[in-house]
């Protein structure tokens, strides 16, 4: 008995001591203050572009108990270059996109990260020709559509990750956070 109770005060010890570095060790990728994020853009719709964002931690330890996680607020602005071939007439345009978006971060391991990512993007473009929006309505140069993405993030130092990104509008997204 009096073998059990020092056992378990022992290990109860251990725990304690292990258990605040292990955490501080796992929170070492989480946002301080402002993580800023470049990325390049393959999308839908014939286009390629760039962007950054920048990321805001407003829960920055979670919202589930024994999960290390946070959630961000992410504004955004994307340049869009697009190519019109596909439907015929040969146009390109360039697009400017303001966006943003709550993003859920889940660190799964020492080294990566995966987020869902859901919001809204302002598309300003050069032109009211593009093909996709022609069937939704009439012509016009802005658009306002929902953002949904999935990500993950490698993070090869304390402070700097590669990030993949696919969803709707953007596509799929590469960048760097530093």
């Known amino acids: 008995m009096e073998r059990t109770r020092i056992l378990s005060a022992a290990a109860v010890l251990i725990a304690a001591i292990v258990t605040p570095s292990a955490v ?15 990325h390049f853009d393959a999308g839908l719709h014939g286009y390629f572009g ?16 024994n999960v290390d996680d946070e959630l961000a607020i992410v504004p ?27 993003q859920w971060n889940l660190y799964v391991s ?15 473009t050069t032109d009211d020709r593009n093909p996709y929006y022609r069937r939704y309505g009439p012509r016009r140069n802005v658009w306002v559509d929902p953002v949904a993405a999935f990500g993950a993030r490698w993070h090869f130092s304390d402070r700097n990750a590669l ?16």
């Open 24 to 38: 501080e060790a796992q929170q070492s990728h989480h946002i301080h203050g402002l993580r800023p994020e470049i």
């Open 50 to 65: 760039a962007g950054f964002d920048l990321e805001i931690a407003i829960v920055p330890n979670g919202f589930l108990r």
């Open 76 to 102: 955004g602005l994307d340049f869009l270059f697009f190519d019109y071939r596909y439907d015929g007439d040969g146009y390109g345009g360039f697009g400017v996109a303001p966006n943003l978006t709550a």
């Open 110 to 124: 020492d080294k990566w990260s995966v987020f869902p990512e859901l919001g809204f993007v302002v598309l300003f």
């Open 163 to 178: 990030t993949f990104r696919i969803g709707y509008p953007f596509g799929f997204q590469i960048g760097l956070t530093f």
